[in-house]
């Protein structure tokens, strides 16, 4: 976690509004993807240049720009330059550290979330910036890395299936930020798994590693709390708000996004809960097995060492010692110690120790 | 819980208004049961296709359809065709992982609640998502399965028994609401009972099973609150909210339901605190435990250690030890061992550890 | 507490308004009392039926029915139908499981309280449902008992005491719900002094018991709060709200009545975080007598077992050990034990355990 | 902390605004100061009864009445029937268990403040009530005891220093309770002293005694608290009132004694902090130095222990034993002894445990 | 912390407006800076005396007052007087114990901030308070010591890099607000090494040490916590603000600096949470080596306890012991203390207790 804000650092001092790339270099080759569609026309097109874009934009088809990578400032400033766009908005799209958030610039909004993944192996949740510039006319989307996650939207749109051709871009916007929501449940589902796993760890063996487990988790939700929970107010700050980009139809759409995303934070709160419940378990686990521990020793050493005195006794060299010279003594000291043992066994067992 | 989520994957990618049942096909035959009623008269059936219900909807009567079983998609979908409903609402009848909430489209209400029930075996909670359309003429539930829950109100409604006949829809799906919150009472009862069962197991005798127990108790108030707490709004929604459906004389009794979902709510919060209170106590037992065992030990250690050692120094070899040579040595050194033990035991009576 | 919601299940299935008393039968005669006074005009009654306040409704005076006992469910629906109230309330009088409430019905106020009373012998808190309705002539009040904590009332009216005889309802509404808060302080003295009660046992002697009394505190001050919470916004409403039943000059009593509402609360906060304070001492009494305990083992272990060794070296039967042969073998041994164990103290001692 | 409540329940079943002193009787004299000035003109008063203050109420100066002690409930009563007083503003004053507030009687303003000090010895935080009438005219200010912490507004006031003279009397009124927030200061800077001294103490030597100490502080704290928190509501209000007896350049101040409130309950809250902090602290400690304790048991124990069974073969008494024969059995005893020892030691060490 | 508070008492009972520093004073110099700017123009100049930056009041350049050094209260209470500013407002320049706040002084705006700075060693927070004044024709800023951090904003001033020169004061006000939260990141990624580190010895070797650590790093979040939550309405004061001298464009930077608040504050409460997490894994670690440590105690006396006894019973000195003659006896005993060893070692490998 504090590995993302080490970056960070090298901008201070810098005019605001300077473009710096914050974050890791993910991918090599930035690549830019052009879709203009209409209900009944389309066009897809893969650019290299930002220049390429600029026929589009005039067009009066839906525009969607889709941007992978983000670390070439310079392209970036291109596009600011085309579009009209304000300097920190540029600075917010380069700076991959940003919280998810909504801003109004009249004309365009700027929507800025985060596409969750979850590695299994280091129990870590990665983040990666996705940034969404919707005007009237076309909808512009940052990626950090090439990713397939909006194949499907694009399939959907060149085969007009769905709603999304007959509508504008503030519904491919709505689609794409959908998308991106979704995805949390898939996250969501292997923390759960992982979380029964747990559970099942605790009551067969718990050990010193499933208290790191437990730990991890928590930082991964953690880190998972910090990225959604902004997210309940971008989204009803679209639902709701007053912005006319949104229209009418799109917002009962949002409604139901903003319905999934209250189930994400919900669940995030349940598996907190559980998390710490399990902690409490364990704790007790541990204090349980000590308890093992200790009685053992305590039933062994309480039986044997009576035993060992009573044959210290008849091991002392004591002149006068009359049960020394009984014929019957051996076997009279081993009934004794049998006896003793065995009392105390009942003793525990009554006890409730054994 | 997580396994809840699990199925929920299945949609992504997917554009929004597809009908995919999420969760458990618990039924296989869909009944569709049509009650039409006013103060004076009264018809009732059970239907096998959407299309018999399409009469009822043109009289001057309350209709009221009851659908058991959500996992047919095309009949919900011909539901949907015909009461003109829409794809987002139908959406979220199928999938049942719905929290519960209310939305007003104008001219219908769509509201989801949950049918709890309580598994004493497995202390879990099963959820049933029951959803309400409320409209100035008609009701329309769905429930997952077929349940005998609403009977008596059906039987109230044949008999004409109470206000119900008197009143419109608004007051019918009123009735539905209140039963299915009545039902939550059971459910706190029994879980009433088994917190006494587990404040009396702690005070005999608490083991790990106890531990369990209360991580499960705790587990299924969590899911139980997740599941009413939107509740909350949901009803103070019906009560103040601005719909025209709502009559006047309705909301006095929408304020008695919220009554009630608070008092479920202020229980709920009650038993959280109790459990978190016997953790406290359980662990404080363990620990407790674990010092009687301790002491035990402690003491017989004490006692026989020393002795032990007297009995070891009788037993040396030594050429030259006069007491060895005394008649009366034998005896006197029992004298001391029980000199040594009896006032051992005196000074841990006298510090409280016997 | 879970015993309060028992009953509660045998009213499912029946439709609302249906008057089913929940609780304890606590009383078999049901007793009216009547008192109607103005300035001037004073006059009381013991009534046997309903049929008898009838007189009083419509003189000028401002009149008050106590009625003891509301298990008599026909009484209390005559009383509805002379007074002209909704069934709801009536419902709410007989059901004494609701939480404290005010609800305004224009024409009358309905007013729930909880009278409460501490048994200090099972550390239990027993709550009395206390129902008023004010109107602009009358107030009516329902107790489930017998009970003399209205008496002083009674008294003043009739000697003309204070102000009450020349205000109208609203003031003798606000001197009852005044009693009725002013005796919760006498519950929080008498916690207060367990509190400290069990302040000193933690300080001289904490025992398993102490624990059970923390605990059993802890729930009573958990029903007090579920008591007492929502009387905040009760009494709150009642001050601020728009009712024109409440005459200005009584808001200010009311206000009064506020702030001691405000001030139980906060008492009750307070009794919470010190029994939260004191768990924790108690849990870490137990640690650190199980210290003590370890302790005193070590030491008697530590200091007994290398005695015990060196005895049993002198034990050995080998033929060639020229210690043995030694005349001042036998005291010299007497003397490195003494110095092994004398060292060994000093050692613990340098070491702070002992 | 209940030793305060329990005065209280001699007040149950009195006519509201019935004067009866609650609090301990903290002096035996009612001293009366009257103070009246203006830009110009300056008079000073020591009077022995309330009529004396009649003739400063007419001037156009400034007055300032300070009234210490409020048990004689006569006294208070005259006040309260020249100065024109609301009954339950005098039940108020003389009932010093009030929370610090504010209300608003158009024509006056009533303030109750707690001043705070704190008797190191015993941890406890005493309180005194100061009640403030405010009027467009004159202040008037009841102490409990003859308090010497607004002599040095006297003398500001006497010798014309600082702006209080040219102001009116909501000046005077800030000054004074300015005064009292600023000695809350002095308390925080003592507890802050003996948090730091049990900081020290945690890391040095903590005991049983550390833990008591953690848990006084704790109560004081939340006293503290109790008698703040409702401070900032009342400086607030003061501040963004819209009672006309604030001038507008009083504000200002009032928003600088704001923000010192706010100060005040920001530190507080982070001493809790702390000492929940330091809680975990000590508990650990105790864990720790169990463990260190156990070490030592366990570390002797396994050497000894295994020596011991080595001397106690060799004191067998069997009449084939080779060993025994072997003129250097004994010495070959020690030697294996040593080794034994030894390489336990390396062992333990190895495994950091020594 | 508290050591911080000790300083304030020194000001109770001085008038209000008492210029009085509280703090230490860090610096024997003070340095005043002043450059005047726009768009074409640019001045600096070290200035020794207050007056000298008169002549640039008057120019119709932007003005900045740069003064490092409070604590010469005469010097303050100048500019106070030529620049026109409240005492109170002066009072808080130079009492260094400010909360971070703003305040409208409707023809200038007043705002405190705390530059903060990380020591690693003692891990503490140190601050220093600046204070802003802006006019809509000047910014003058405090500071208590010499720092350099403001001088990449000098540099591009002078250099007229970036906006700062094209804009007004309220834009240079921005930019040091801008510059002293940027600073904060240093901090966190710091305090995120910091626990990190701790992270990391935890699972290799946590001491003592690592909980003092732990304690630390919680008091340096929650003084940290202190400074930078009223920040957060200082800066969306600042943006949604009803005040004249931030003007419009300006506003949308402010939005910026309120992201990044905000994002600071995610970042403390996340490294909260972290902290505590860490410390239940270190008391699970203790509870855990005490396991370890009973175990091996209870696993050596549980083997050796019984052989000692075995070698007890044959050095007994009975006459009639017939195993004592059998020439096979020695060896005997020798194999059956073998066996014994070895299936209790069998047996406590199969309990998982080895």
Redesign the interface.
Known sequence: ???L??K??Q????????LVHIGAKKTDKVGIRIIGYSDTQFQEKEAETVEECLPFKDKPTVTWINIDGVHQVEMIEKIGKYFDL?P?LL??IVNT???P?M?DFEDHLFIVLKMLSYREEENEIMAEQISLILSSEYVISFQETVQDVFN?IRE?IRKG????RKRGPDYLA??LI??VI??Y??I??K???K??DIEEEL?T?PT?ET??LI?DL??AI??LR?SIW?LREVVSGLERGESELIQEPTR??L??VY?HT??VI??IE?FR??LS???????????????E??????I???I??????I???????????P????????PM?WLIMLAVGVSMLIYFRRK??L
Chains 1, 2, 3, 4, 5 share one sequence.
């Open positions: 976690m504090s590995s804000i080490r960070r650092t901008k201070i001092g810098q005019p605001p509004g300077t304000h920190l600075e917010d550290e940003q919280r958030k801003e499907p959907r299936k769905g709603r999304v709505y689609t959908d998308t979704d995805n449940f898939v969501l589902e923390l759960g798994e979380i029964e009551v063996d010193q208290l790191h730990y928590k930082k953690l880190f910090k902004p009962i759409y409604r139901d319905d209250i189930q919900d669940t349940t809960d559980m419940g399990m902690l409490d378990i364990y704790l007790s686990s541990i204090s349980n097995r000590m308890n521990v200790m009685k053992v020793l305590t062994i050493a309480t044997f060492i009576p035993l060992t005195l044959a210290g006794i008849y091991g002392m060299n004591f002149r006068y010692m049960e020394l010279e009984w014929s019957w003594g051996y000291v409730k120790m």
